[in-house]
C-alpha cells in the first residue's frame, strides 16, 4: 500500500494541458501538496522522530492490543481441530487448510466475496463520486435536504433492512409492483429468492445502503481541495466539465485510493446483509466467506461447531487478498518504473 | 443560471430522493400498523391503525431509559479516544516518513481483511484480565480498539495534501510539534473528522455483541443495540416491534449528521461555481 | 469542533437531567441489590439469578412467572436475558470460559449434555431438589444419557418432545379450492394434487404451499422426518439410519420426498416469498391466509390464535408415500434443556427457581393452556390443555409418531462420537432448499455423494472417538430390535445386543 502513494502522487503533479499557466501557477504555489518532511540525524530532527513515534503509539497499541493479538490468536486456532466449545483442541498444523481448499462449497463463496465485491465497488465509487460533486454545489438549494436523505440508508441497522427488503424485494413488493406498472416485467420475481437474481439483488441492496457514506467522504475529499483553483479556472474560462477532469478528479486521486480500499475490504468482509436477507441462499448463490465461516463457527446441525476450522478459512482467505495486493503493488511497480525509464 | 435544466434537476432529484427513501418511510410507517396491517398492507405507506403501542413495546423491551445513557455515554468516549488516536497517528504518518513507518504502514494495511467479526474471545479475555469486566470502561476500550486503519489512512491522505508553507510558518512562529498539530493541521481536517465521528458513531452506537458479553453479570450497562435485539427471537418476530425500535434509534444518528453536515460544505461556498 | 462538542455535551446533558429525574423511584432498588443486608425483607442477602435462554415463544408469560416469582421470594431478583439460538451460542461460550455463566442457562441446542458435563458447565442438580420434585415429571423424563449424566440429574426438559413436522392447512382456503376441509389429503399425491388446486383458487392472491425457506433446519427437519414417516429411518439425532447404521439419504423413501417438493415447485404451488423468508414470517403469512399448507411445529398454534383469531386452520399428519406408511414420525426421548451452573455461587435460589418454574402454580399451568407446548409434568396437559388444535396435534403425534432409539440412553460414552463429527456441508435441508429454489435440477446424484460423505464423516468421527478412549463401537449406534411402528422402550435397549 505504500507503493499506492507516490503513484497517486504522480498523477496529482501530471502538469495541466496546452494553455492553462495560470491554474499551473497557481496549483504549483497554493495547492502544491506538502511533501513528507524527512527526518535527518540532527538532534532537533530526531526530537520530531520521538514526536511521529509518540503521536502513531496509542493507536498502534489499540491496534496490537484489540486487532494485532486476535488475529496471532486466529493463527494459532486456524491450526487446531477444536470446536471452541470443550477443552479437547488439537493441534493439527494445516490440516484445516487442507481440508478448506479440497472443498468446492468454499470456493464458491471465495468467488461469491469476490464478485459481490466487484459488482458493488466500482458502483459505489462512481455512483458516490456523483451525488457527492452533484450536492456539494453550494448554489442548488435543498443540497443539505438531499444529502441528509441519501445519508439515511446507511444509518438504518443491517438487521432492520434486511427484513424491510425482503418485503420491498419479495413477489408482492414494490419493486414488483412498480417494474409491473411500468409494464417492464409480466409477472413477479422473487428477486431475493431467485437463484439466478438473489446476487444482482444483494449487490444493489448494498449499494442503496452504503452510497450515502461514499457521499460524504468523497464530500470530504472534495473539500480539502482549495478554492482558489477553482476560482483560478474560472478566470481562466474553464468549463465546469473541464475543471472537474482537470483539476477535481487528479486532486482527489490520493482520498479517492483510501476510499477505493475502505469499500473493497468492506465489501470483501460483507456479513450482516447478507445474513439478515438471504442468509448465504438461495442453495449458495449469495454465500459470501463470511457467511461460510459463521456456518462453521456457530451453527451446527448434529455436530459440534468447528472454530478452528472457520478460522482457517477466515485466515487463509485474508492472506490471499493481501498477497494479491502485494503481487499487484509489485508488478505496477515493476511496470511503472519501466515506463519511467523509457520516458526519460 | 438557466432556468429550466434547474427544474428538471430538482424533479431528478427528489424522484430519486423518493425511491431513496422509500424503504426507509416504510419502515417508519410499519412501525405505526398492527402486526396484521404490516403483513395484510404491505404496500400501503399510510397506516390506517396508528398504533403507537409497537413504540411502547420498543420502548419497554429495548429498556431505552437505562439503556439510552449507557449508549450516549460509550458512543461519545469511543468518538473522542478515536478522534485523538487516529488523526495524531494520521498526522506523524502522513506528514513525516521516519524510521519504521513503512512496517506500521505494511502491518495496518493487511490487518484491515481479516475477517475479525467472530473471534470475540481474545478481545474479551483481554478485557477481563485487566480487570474491566461489567464495567463501562471496558465497552469502552474495546468499542476504540482495533486499528483505525481506514480512519488513519483518510488523516494521512489529507495531511498530506496540506501546504508545507503552513507549518514552516508555525515553526517560524515559534510552535512546537503538537501546537503546530493542535493549532495549525488539526482544524484544517474538519470534513475528515466529520466522517470519522459519523462513521465510528454508527459502528459503536449499533454494535451488538461487544456489549452484550462484556456486560454479562450487569445487565443494566447495555447499550440500546443490545436492547433492540430483544425485540427479534428465535421462533416469534415482533416486526412492528422492531420497525419502532428502528425509527427510534435512528433520530438520533439523523439529527447528529444534520449537525456535522455543515463541515462538508463549509468553506466550499463559492468553489464551485458551475 | 466547538459546535460538535456543543451539541454532543448538550445532548448528554439533556439526558443526564432526564436520568436523575426517572432515577430517584428506583434508587432504593439499586441500594438493595449492592447488598444492603439490613434491609427488612428477609434475614439473608439479596441474591441476583441471571438466566439465559432462547424461548421467545413463551415470553410474556416467563416474564408474568418472573414478577410473580420476585413478589414471593423478594429477596431474589431475577436478570433474565433472551437471545437467539446463534446470540446465545456466542454469548454462553464466552461467558462458561470465564466463569461469567449465566445461573441457570440451556444445553445449547446440537451439544450433548455429557459432553459439557465432562468439560465442567453444569453442577448435578441432585443435592438441590427432593425426591417429591423429582416425581412431579413424567416417566422417562430423567435419563442417563439425555437429561442425566453419571447417574444424576444435571438438566431439565423444558417441555415434552414435539416433532415439528405436521403441516398445518387452511380450511377457509380449502373450501375455496373445492376441498373437504375435513378430510385433508394423505398420501404425496394426493398433497401435491390438493396444493395445485388452492394454488389455481388463489389466482395469486395465495398459494398451495409456504415455508420458511431461508432456514436451512426447516427444511432438514421435513425431508428427515417424512422420509422416515416413508421408512428411511433417519432423525434429528444422529446422521445414520439407527436399524442398519448406514447413511441412506439418497433412499427411495428421500427421493419420494424430494419428487414431491420438485413436483410443487414444477406446479407452481409454492408461495413465491418461500426462499426469502424465514420460518416466523412464514407462519405470519400463512396466517394472513396466504398459502394452503406449512409445516411446522406446534408452538406456531399459540401464536395463531394469538394474532390471528379468525383463522381457520387444522392439522394434519405429513402425506405419506403413494405406497404407504412404513415407518413413524421420529419422536425423541425427552431432550436437556435448563442446567445449573458449575460456577453458580446461588445454587439454592436456582433451585428455587426451578421448583416454581416447573412445580409452582402458574407458569406450566399457563404455558399449557395458551397453546404453546405440552408439559413435562404430571397432570398438567390434562387438565389445562384447552386449545383444540393442540389436542389434535397431540393426537396426531401418538397416531403417527413413535419413540426411536436414543444411543445416548444405549451408551453414554456415545456422544464422543457426536462431538467428533464434523457436518457435512451441503446437507439434506440445503439440498431440500436448493431444490425447491430450482437451483438443483438433479438431486439424485447430491444426495448420493452426501450419504458417501457423511458415512466418511461418521467413521471418523468413531474412530476419533475410540482413540481419545472413548468405549464406543459402531454397533452402538444400531438397534436391529427397532421396529420404527413401535415406541423404542427402555427394555428394548437390553435386548438390542
Not at chain 1, 249 to 257: D, Q, R
Not at chain 3, 32 to 37: I, R
Not at chain 3, 149 to 162: R, T, V
Not at chain 3, 429 to 450: I, M
Request: proline share 5%; charged share 20%; glycine share 8%.
Amino acid at each position: 500500500m505504500a507503493a499506492r502513494w507516490p503513484a497517486a502522487r504522480r498523477l496529482s503533479r501530471r502538469p495541466l494541458p496546452h494553455g492553462k499557466e495560470g491554474i499551473l501557477l497557481s496549483q504549483t504555489t497554493i495547492a502544491q501538496p506538502g511533501r513528507e518532511i524527512a527526518v535527518r540525524r540532527t538532534p532537533r530532527s530526531r526530537k520530531i522522530a520521538l514526536w511521529c513515534w509518540l503521536f502513531v503509539a496509542p493507536n498502534l497499541i489499540f491496534f496490537a492490543m484489540f486487532q494485532g493479538w486476535p488475529i496471532i490468536v486466529n493463527w494459532y486456532y486456524s491450526m487446531l481441530d477444536w470446536s471452541g466449545i470443550s477443552s479437547d483442541a488439537k493441534f493439527i498444523g494445516l490440516g484445516n487448510f487442507k481440508e478448506l481448499i479440497a472443498d468446492p462449497y468454499f470456493w464458491n463463496a471465495y468467488k461469491n466475496s469476490f464478485l459481490f465485491m466487484l459488482g458493488a465497488v466500482p458502483l459505489l465509487l462512481v455512483l458516490g463520486l456523483l451525488a457527492a460533486v452533484v450536492l456539494n454545489n453550494p448554489l442548488l438549494k435543498l443540497a443539505k435536504m438531499y444529502r441528509t436523505l441519501f445519508f439515511i440508508p446507511v444509518v438504518t441497522t443491517a438487521s432492520v433492512v434486511g427484513i424491510i427488503m425482503v418485503y420491498i424485494w419479495g413477489s408482492e413488493g414494490a419493486v414488483n409492483y412498480a417494474l409491473m406498472k411500468l409494464n417492464l416485467l409480466d409477472q413477479p420475481v422473487n428477486w431475493l429468492g431467485d437463484p439466478h437474481w438473489a446476487m444482482f439483488t444483494v449487490i444493489l441492496i448494498y449499494v442503496w445502503k452504503n452510497l450515502g457514506m461514499n457521499m460524504i467522504y468523497w464530500l470530504a475529499g472534495l473539500q480539502s481541495i482549495p478554492r482558489e483553483l477553482y476560482e483560478a479556472a474560472k478566470v481562466d474560462g474553464s468549463t465546469p466539465a473541464k475543471t472537474f477532469v482537470h483539476i477535481t478528479v487528479p486532486l482527489i486521486v490520493p482520498v479517492g485510493l483510501v476510499i477505493t480500499l475502505l469499500n473493497v475490504s468492506g465489501a470483501l468482509k460483507v456479513f450482516d446483509m447478507i445474513k439478515t436477507m438471504t442468509d448465504g441462499g438461495p442453495f449458495f448463490a449469495t454465500d459470501v466467506v463470511s457467511t461460510y465461516i459463521y456456518r462453521f463457527a456457530f451453527s451446527s446441525e448434529i455436530g459440534l461447531p468447528r472454530l478452528g476450522y472457520a478460522s482457517a478459512a477466515g485466515i487463509f482467505f485474508a492472506f490471499t487478498i493481501v498477497l494479491i495486493a502485494v503481487l499487484q503493488a509489485v508488478i505496477r511497480k515493476m511496470i511503472g518504473s519501466a515506463g519511467r525509464g523509457r520516458g526519460a | 443560471m438557466r432556468v429550466v435544466p434547474k427544474v428538471f434537476v430538482h424533479a431528478a432529484l427528489l424522484l430519486l430522493s423518493f425511491v431513496w427513501i422509500y424503504p426507509f418511510l416504510w419502515m417508519v410507517s410499519a412501525s405505526f400498523k398492527t402486526q396484521t396491517e404490516f403483513f395484510e398492507k404491505g404496500l400501503s405507506l399510510l397506516p390506517e391503525s396508528w398504533d403507537t403501542s409497537n413504540f411502547a413495546r420498543a420502548w419497554t423491551n429495548g429498556k431505552f431509559e437505562s439503556y439510552f445513557l449507557n449508549s450516549v455515554i460509550v458512543t461519545v468516549t469511543v468518538i473522542v479516544i478515536v478522534l485523538i488516536i487516529t488523526s495524531a497517528c494520521g498526522y506523524a504518518l502522513g506528514r513525516y516518513s521516519f524510521k519504521g513507518k513503512g512496517v506500521i504502514l505494511a502491518v495496518l494495511g493487511a490487518s484491515i481483511f481479516v475477517p475479525l467479526e467472530f473471534s470475540i474471545i481474545p478481545v474479551f479475555q483481554l478485557i477481563k484480565d485487566m480487570g474491566l469486566m461489567n464495567s463501562l470502561g471496558g465497552i469502552i476500550l474495546a468499542e476504540s480498539g482495533g486499528g483505525h486503519v481506514l480512519f488513519v489512512l483518510l488523516f494521512a491522505s489529507f495531511f498530506r495534501q496540506v501546504p508545507k508553507e503552513l507549518e514552516e510558518a508555525a515553526t517560524m512562529d515559534g510552535c512546537g510539534f503538537v501546537r503546530t498539530y493542535l493549532s495549525v493541521i488539526l482544524p484544517l481536517s474538519k470534513p475528515i473528522i466529520g466522517s470519522v465521528v459519523i462513521m465510528q458513531f454508527i459502528w459503536t452506537w449499533n454494535s451488538f455483541l461487544l456489549p452484550l458479553v462484556l456486560t454479562l453479570s450487569s445487565p443494566e450497562l447495555r447499550t440500546l443495540a443490545v436492547g433492540l435485539y430483544a425485540l427479534r427471537g428465535e421462533n416469534i418476530v415482533d416486526w412492528t416491534g422492531i420497525a419502532a425500535g428502528g425509527t427510534i434509534a435512528l433520530a438520533p444518528i439523523i439529527v447528529i449528521f444534520l449537525f456535522l453536515q455543515r463541515y462538508f460544505v463549509d468553506g466550499m461556498s463559492g468553489a464551485v461555481k458551475g | 469542533m466547538r459546535g460538535i462538542k456543543k451539541g454532543l455535551w448538550g445532548m448528554v446533558l439533556l439526558l443526564l437531567i432526564g436520568q436523575l429525574a426517572a432515577c430517584s423511584g428506583s434508587g432504593e432498588n439499586n441500594k438493595t441489590s449492592a447488598g444492603g443486608s439490613g434491609e427488612a425483607d428477609g434475614p439473608s442477602e439479596t441474591v441476583t439469578l441471571r438466566i439465559m435462554d432462547w424461548s421467545d415463544s413463551i415470553k410474556t408469560v416467563r416474564e408474568e412467572f418472573h414478577k410473580r416469582f420476585m413478589e414471593k421470594y423478594p429477596n431474589i431478583k431475577i436478570e433474565y436475558t433472551q437471545l437467539t439460538i446463534d446470540q446465545f451460542k456466542n454469548t454462553v461460550l464466552t461467558a462458561v470460559k470465564s466463569g461469567e455463566a449465566p445461573d441457570l442457562f440451556p444445553v445449547p441446542t446440537g451439544m450433548k449434555l455429557s459432553a459439557l458435563v465432562k468439560d465442567g458447565w453444569f453442577q448435578p442438580l441432585d443435592p438441590y431438589l427432593d425426591q417429591s420434585f423429582k416425581d412431579k415429571f413424567v416417566d422417562g423424563t430423567f435419563q442417563n444419557g439425555t437429561t442425566m449424566a453419571n447417574d444424576q440429574i444435571y438438566s431439565i426438559p423444558e417441555a415434552a418432545s414435539l416433532p415439528s413436522s405436521l403441516v398445518f392447512y387452511n380450511k377457509k382456503l380449502f373450501r375455496e379450492a373445492g376441498l373437504d376441509p375435513e378430510n385433508p389429503p394423505a398420501t404425496y399425491s394426493e398433497f401435491r394434487e390438493a396444493a395445485k388446486k388452492i394454488t389455481e383458487a388463489g389466482k395469486g392472491r395465495y398459494y398451495g404451499m409456504i415455508e420458511g425457506g431461508k432456514q436451512n433446519n426447516r427444511w432438514t427437519t421435513t425431508a428427515k422426518e417424512w422420509a422416515s414417516l416413508g421408512g428411511a429411518g433417519l432423525s434429528g439425532s444422529s446422521p445414520i439410519n439407527l436399524a442398519t447404521g448406514e447413511t441412506t439419504y439418497d433412499s427411495q423413501e428421500v427421493l419420494d420426498v424430494f419428487d414431491l417438493f420438485a413436483g410443487l415447485r414444477d406446479d407452481g404451488s409454492f408461495h413465491p416469498n418461500t426462499m426469502s423468508i424465514s420460518a416466523p414470517e412464514a407462519r405470519a403469512l400463512f396466517g394472513q391466509g396466504q398459502a394452503g399448507f406449512i409445516v411446522q411445529g406446534a408452538w406456531c398454534i399459540g401464536v395463531w390464535n394469538k394474532e390471528n383469531p379468525d383463522l381457520e386452520y387444522g392439522v394434519m399428519a405429513p402425506p405419506v408415500p403413494d405406497s404407504g406408511r412404513k415407518g413413524s414420525i421420529p419422536v425423541l426421548s425427552s431432550q436437556p434443556w435448563i442446567g445449573l451452573s458449575a460456577d453458580s455461587k446461588h445454587p439454592e435460589e436456582a433451585a428455587l427457581y426451578l421448583k416454581e418454574y416447573y412445580g409452582g402454580d402458574y407458569f406450566q399451568q399457563e404455558r399449557v393452556s395458551s397453546g404453546d407446548a405440552f408439559s413435562v409434568v404430571k397432570g398438567i396437559n390434562e387438565q389445562y390443555s384447552k386449545v383444540e388444535q393442540l389436542k389434535q396435534y397431540y393426537d396426531i403425534v401418538q397416531e403417527y409418531g413413535r419413540l426411536i432409539p436414543d444411543p445416548n440412553i444405549g451408551n453414554p460414552a456415545s456422544s464422543a462420537v457426536f462431538n467428533q463429527f464434523k457436518d457435512v456441508h451441503p446437507d439434506l435441508g440445503e439440498l431440500l432448499g436448493g431444490t425447491v429454489s430450482g437451483a438443483l435440477k438433479d438431486y439424485k446424484t447430491p444426495l448420493a455423494s452426501y450419504s458417501a460423505q457423511v458415512d466418511k464423516a461418521w467413521q471418523a468421527a468413531i474412530e476419533a472417538a475410540k482413540k481419545e478412549g472413548a468405549a464406543v463401537e459402531a454397533s452402538d449406534f444400531v438397534f436391529e430390535n427397532w421396529d420404527p411402528m413401535k415406541d423404542f422402550m427402555p427394555e428394548d435397549y437390553r435386548t438390542s445386543k
